[in-house]
Structures are given as C-alpha cells and as structure tokens.
T-cell receptor, first 114, second 118 residues
Framework: AQSVTQLGSHVSVSEGALVLLRCNYSSSVPPYLFWYVQYPNQGLQLLLKYTSAATLVKGINGFEAEFKKSETSFHLTKPSAHMSDAAEYFCAVSGSGGYQKVTFGTGTKLQVIP | DTGVSQDPRHKITKRGQNVTFRCDPISEHNRLYWYRQTLGQGPEFLTYFQNEAQLEKSRLLSDRFSAERPKGSFSTLEIQRTEQGDSAMYLC????????????????FGPGTRLTVL
C-alpha cells in the first residue's frame, strides 16, 4: 500500500520568495511520485513526475522536486513565487510497473502575497 | 484534442434523488478513472475502466453507485438515492495504455462535476 503526507495545509509566501511544499511518502514497492496543481473549480494538472530515472525532476512553470529515498521525501520547490502560482497542490504516489492506483495527499493551498 | 470533458459541471439535488454524470475522455485514451474529492481532501479513487471493462472498484463505491463505459468511450457515473454525504466534486481522468516505452501513462483530468445534495 502507498500513502503520502503533505505537511502544512496552507502555505503563504511573498511574491519572489522561495516556494517549498513538503511531501513524505510511504510505499512497500519502488514508488512513482507526482505533484499536481489544481486551480479553483478546475481539474488537476500534472506538474511533474518521478519514475525512477533522475532524482531531481523538473516540471512545468519553473517547479522542481527531488526524490530522496533516505528521507522518503519528494518536496516541491520553486525559486521565485509568482502570483499565478496561487493554487492547491497535491502530492501523489503509485506503485511502479503496469497499472497502479494513484493515491493523493490532502493538498497544500499556496497563497502568494504581493 | 479537446481534453477530458464532464457534464454537468454543477448539480444540485434533493436527498433521495438519483443523479447521473457523464465523462468524455480524450478520444484515443483507453483507460478511464473516476475520483471523488471532498472539501479539504485530495481526490479518492472510485473506479477504473480499461476500454469497456470495469477492472477495479474502491470500497468507497457503495451499492448506490454504478459506473458504466458501454462502448469503451464515454462513461457515466450514477448515484441512486443520494445522501448529503455524497456532496463532493466528482473527477474523471483518462490515460493511454499499451505503450511499453512509457513507464507511466499520465492521467489527464477533467474539470469535475460538483454535486450538492440538499
């Protein structure tokens, strides 16, 4: 079974500041890990994914995440926050190989302060 | 490619009524998923189809819920005798299976149907 824990349901940063959203995972098999973004009244959009290749994964909109097996973490970062980054972010995990159900975290709402 | 579409976007109903939602996946995608998202939570898996076959159902999917994908294209999710606890956003996603060169087949999400049960 897989699960993810997102630390902090709400995060506020100033425009131009570093964005750090935390995610820790639990998995009995080598995991695939994802970050999704959801804007109000919209579906989810994949930001980036880790599928056992490079441990530092770059995604869209300047976001990146690093897979750290020793810490069971997959934190999402962006060097400089933009007002358009305000949204809810979900970390998710699945097993690797074939079809595996994706399990989502509870989400972190990012507020960007001008 | 117009993406995944869902209809209706919003549904308000009275407790005890039946409701049906529709999902149209990306045209060449053979996998289709339904999720439920309640306020303050991430999406929770309900069920998934490979073509027209329903291959997995979550324990969340009580016997009041039924999903179909009759021709392997669009899907419907019906909730019978709705309860206030059914109020949620119902998300549909689709993906393309069968390409061994791709380690993970990304799920593309629709905008969701928000259900309010009064």
């Amino acid at each position: 079974a897989q699960s993810v824990t997102q630390l902090g349901s709400h995060v506020s940063v100033s425009e131009g500041a570093l964005v750090l959203l935390r995610c820790n995972y639990s998995s009995s098999v080598p995991p695939y890990l994802f970050w999704y973004v959801q804007y109000p009244n919209q579906g989810l959009q994949l930001l980036l994914k880790y599928t056992s290749a490079a441990t530092l994964v770059k995604g869209i909109n300047g976001f990146e995440a690093e897979f750290k097996k020793s810490e069971t973490s997959f934190h999402l970062t962006k060097p400089s926050a933009h007002m358009s980054d305000a949204a809810e972010y979900f970390c998710a995990v699945s097993g690797s190989g074939g079809y595996q159900k994706v399990t989502f975290g509870t989400g972190t709402k990012l507020q960007v302060i001008p | 490619d117009t993406g995944v579409s869902q209809d209706p976007r919003h549904k308000i109903t009275k407790r005890g009524q039946n409701v049906t939602f529709r999902c149209d996946p990306i045209s060449e995608h053979n996998r289709l998923y339904w999720y439920r998202q309640t306020l303050g939570q991430g999406p929770e898996f309900l069920t998934y189809f490979q073509n027209e076959a329903q291959l997995e159902k979550s324990r969340l999917l009580s016997d009041r819920f039924s999903a179909e994908r009759p021709k392997g294209s669009f899907s419907t999710l019906e909730i019978q005798r709705t309860e206030q606890g059914d109020s949620a956003m119902y998300l549909c996603a689709s993906s393309l299976d069968g390409q061994l060169s791709i380690p993970y087949n990304e799920q593309f999400f629709g905008p969701g149907t928000r259900l309010t049960v009064l």
